[in-house]
């Protein structure tokens, strides 16, 4: 039952994000699968990251991924990746 409880809270969290101002928002990545991406980004950003392979991660074709993630993050999945980059050198 705890893994039906997490599964159903998951879907919930992204029921809830997924509402903006104007009622729900349409398209776009899944929230859990936005989460998924950020953190495997977060992880990977050090290394050459193609877009088939985040594409994979999401389950989704190429075309489909790259216009969901430019709709969820506000930028195309390399920019993405370029701003990651950039913000870890300015740390270090």
Not at 4 to 31: K, Q, Y
Not at 82 to 90: D, G, M, N, T, Y
Request: glycine share 10%; net charge positive; hydrophobic share 40%.
């Amino acid at each position: 039952f705890a893994g039906i409880e997490t599964a159903f809270g998951n879907f919930l969290d992204g029921e809830r994000e997924a509402v903006g101002a104007s009622g729900p928002v349409r398209g776009g990545l899944a929230p859990y699968v936005a989460r998924k991406l950020e953190a495997f980004v977060n992880r990977n950003y050090a290394r050459p990251l193609q877009l088939e392979e985040l594409a994979t991660i999401a389950g989704l074709s190429r075309y489909h991924f790259a216009a969901s993630f430019r709709q969820t993050f506000g930028v195309p999945p390399h920019r993405y990746l370029v701003q990651k980059r950039v913000e870890a050198a300015k740390r270090a």
